[in-house]
């Protein structure tokens, strides 16, 4: 499973707007409002990159209007109470 972290920052007056269309793309599992220099943090767990990078050019920055600048973080390992291959890639 990859999992990537998604920093993004959006016009203000769309970030309604935006989370809304984020939420509702395959693979996103968690959109959070943050503070600081970004806006939104996203979870994307998927299978592979291609289907990461396919979510991060295509379907949020190209498909969903009010996309600023994002930032990618891409796991390397992860810890976690629950089997997360089991509850997000079944």
Same mark, same amino acid.
Do not use: P, Q
């Given at each position: 499973? %990859?999992?990537?972290?998604?920093?993004?920052? %959006?016009?203000?007056?769309?970030?309604?707007? %935006?989370?809304?269309?984020?939420?509702?793309?395959?693979?996103?599992?968690?959109?959070?409002?943050?503070?600081?220099?970004?806006?939104?943090?996203?979870?994307?767990?998927?299978?592979?990159?291609?289907?990461?990078?396919?979510?991060?050019?295509?379907?949020?920055?190209?498909?969903?209007?009010?996309?600023?600048?994002?930032?990618?973080?891409?796991?390397?390992?992860?810890?976690?109470? %629950?089997?997360?291959?089991?509850?997000?890639?079944?």
């Amino acid at each position: 499973m %990859v999992t990537g972290i998604i920093l993004v920052n %959006v016009e203000r007056a769309k970030i309604a707007d %935006v989370i809304e269309g984020i939420i509702k793309i395959d693979g996103v599992s968690e959109v959070y409002t943050v503070a600081g220099e970004y806006d939104i943090a996203v979870i994307v767990r998927v299978r592979t990159n291609a289907e990461l990078s396919d979510i991060i050019a295509c379907k949020m920055t190209h498909d969903i209007d009010g996309i600023v600048h994002t930032k990618t973080l891409i796991s390397l390992s992860s810890l976690a109470k %629950v089997d997360l291959e089991k509850v997000f890639l079944s």
